[in-house]
């Protein structure tokens, strides 16, 4: 996804917020931030999933794999 496209979807994203917030469907006290990474969770969590299983498992190139999972993420949140 390009970083235009990411930008897209996670303003998306905080719009939801927005909206549930104001239908009061939840609280306004809750923070934008804790939400919106909430959702990011959810949306992500399904992608990086696979890859931090793996890394449950004993493997010599442990170290390697974390930093792979590392730059996919800081990726993933970049726009933001």
Known sequence: M??????????RQVE???K???EEAIDARFDRDALFYALL?????P????QIQRLAMPM?????????LLEDLAVILAPR
């Open 2 to 11: 390009e970083a235009a496209g990411r930008e897209d979807y996670y303003g």
């Open 16 to 18: 939801v917020i927005r």
């Open 20 to 22: 549930l917030q104001e």
């Open 41 to 45: 969770v959810l949306t992500v969590g």
């Open 47 to 50: 992608v990086l999933l696979p």
């Open 60 to 68: 010599p190139d442990r170290e390697a794999r974390w930093e792979r």
